[in-house]
């Protein structure tokens, strides 16, 4: 049985456009007021102008660019003084391709200052404000590259796998105190930062809006992972299961037999 969160105020990064602006539009909808977070003012003011217009909501926006630490702290500090935020849409990111061997340094490192280091910033923040209160959720938005080797995307789909491990070691903290983790993986996603699909075949293409409806669909659901194109629900559960089956033997107090290794006490 599902049931949407209780009302309270969103704050969503990377709003002014793609996923983001989808996920402001769905939550006013449902009577969240909301807070836009984005780099773009321009576009933040004709969204928030749209929305406040169309349902209501109360809607804020601040400008900031997540790869700089002092807008982080910004951001991070609204997160744990706003008694009114309920939900945070993680989902401001960035995409760096290419063979990681002939990257630029510069643009990988700016990629992981926002991928993983002010996602993870703002999802702490969060994590803070909301066990103080016993109630709230953190969407924090991966992909399915996390669970995918590809050449030309090395590092972002490493930053994607971050998001995944953090989001699951994140639902073991914060579930027993009363807070709600959704990790959301999207495939390929007509939105901006693949040039809208352009050159891919539409089979493999979903609209942003599907994405964004599945998604809050899984969020209502309770869903830890949700991944919108999964057909087959059991396909992750099973892959879950044979990482947690894994367990008992990552850890031991000697190598495995096919390394052929002694102590150096045997000698």
């Known amino acids: 049985m599902s049931a949407q969160l209780p009302l309270g105020t969103a704050l969503i990064t990377g709003a002014s456009s793609g996923i983001g602006e989808v996920y402001a539009d769905r ?16 576009r933040l003011a004709v969204l928030t102008e749209r929305l406040a217009g169309a349902t209501g909501r109360k809607v804020e926006t601040i400008v900031a660019d997540l790869g700089v630490a002092a807008d982080r702290r910004r951001v991070e500090s609204r997160l744990r003084d706003d008694q009114s935020i309920a939900l945070l849409i993680n989902n401001a990111g ?3 391709s290419g063979p990681l061997a002939s990257a630029n340094a510069d643009d990988v490192e700016a990629m992981l200052d926002v ?8 999802a702490a923040a ?3 404000a909301f066990v103080q ?5 953190i969407v924090n938005l991966s992909s399915v590259m996390s669970m995918l080797d590809t050449p030309n995307t090395a590092a972002y ?5 971050y998001v995944l491990s953090l989001t699951h070691s994140l639902h073991l903290e914060l579930a027993p105190r009363g807070v709600q983790v959704q990790a959301v993986l999207p495939g390929y996603t007509r939105t901006p930062m ?11 293409v979903m609209e942003v809006d599907d994405l964004v409806d599945a998604a809050l669909a899984g969020l209502d659901q309770k869903e830890l992972i949700t991944i919108p194109s999964q057909h087959k629900l059991d396909s992750y559960q099973q892959v879950f299961q044979a990482r947690a089956d894994l367990v008992s033997h990552l850890v031991g107090n000697k190598p495995a037999a096919r390394y052929n290794a002694t102590s150096s006490a045997a000698a």
Do not use: C, F, M, Y
């Open 27 to 42: 939550l006013a909808k449902r009577g969240h007021d909301l807070i836009l977070v984005a780099r773009n003012a321009d």
């Open 133 to 137: 209160r016993g109630s709230g959720a």
């Open 157 to 161: 789909g490493a930053t994607k796998a």
């Open 126 to 128: 969060a994590a803070a």
């Open 94 to 96: 960035v995409l760096a």
């Open 194 to 204: 693949i040039q809208d699909g352009e050159g891919l075949p539409p089979e493999l």
């Open 115 to 122: 991928n993983v280091t002010a996602l993870t910033r703002l």
